[in-house]
C-alpha cells in the first residue's frame, strides 16, 4: 500500500517561511518524480512544483516561483517544499503526489498518481 503523508503546515503570519516535508512508503520512492499541489478554499487543486526522480529537474508555479524550493532526500524517503515569503493568498491545503509512470515529470494531476491527505497552511496577516 502506497502511503504520502504530509507535515509541517500551520499558521503563520505574512512574510514569512515554512517547510513542509511528505514522507512516502510502499514503493521505490527513488525511482519517482514527486510533486506539490495546492487546494484553496473555494478554487481548483492547482500545481506548486514538482522534483524529477534524480533530483535534476525542478519545475515550479509562476504563483510563487522564486519563494519556494522543492528538494528530496531519498534516503529518508522524503520530498520537501521550502516556502519563504508567504502570502495571504498562499493560504491552502498543500498536497504531496507520486509521478506515474510512464508519463514524465508535468504539472497537470495526469502525471501523478498516489496522493496525499495534505496539510493545512494559513497565512494571515
Known amino acids: 500500500q502506497v502511503l504520502l503523508v504530509e507535515s509541517g503546515g500551520g499558521l503563520v503570519q505574512a512574510g514569512e517561511s515554512l517547510r513542509l516535508s511528505c514522507v512516502v512508503s510502499g514503493l521505490a520512492f527513488s525511482h519517482y518524480h514527486m510533486g506539490w499541489f495546492r487546494q484553496a478554499p473555494g478554487k481548483d487543486r492547482e500545481f506548486v512544483g514538482a522534483?524529477?526522480?534524480?533530483?535534476?529537474?525542478?519545475y515550479y508555479t509562476d504563483a510563487m516561483y522564486g519563494r519556494i524550493t522543492v528538494s528530496r532526500d531519498d534516503s529518508k524517503n522524503t520530498v520537501y517544499l521550502l516556502m519563504s515569503g508567504l502570502k495571504l493568498e498562499d493560504t491552502a491545503v498543500y498536497s504531496c503526489?507520486?509521478?506515474?509512470?510512464?508519463?514524465?515529470?508535468?504539472?497537470?494531476?495526469?502525471?501523478?498518481?498516489?496522493w496525499g491527505q495534505g496539510t493545512q497552511v494559513t497565512v494571515s496577516a
Open positions: 503526489a507520486t509521478g506515474r509512470s510512464p508519463y514524465g515529470i508535468g504539472m497537470s494531476r495526469n502525471n501523478y498518481s498516489a
Open positions: 522534483i524529477s526522480w534524480n533530483g535534476r529537474e525542478t
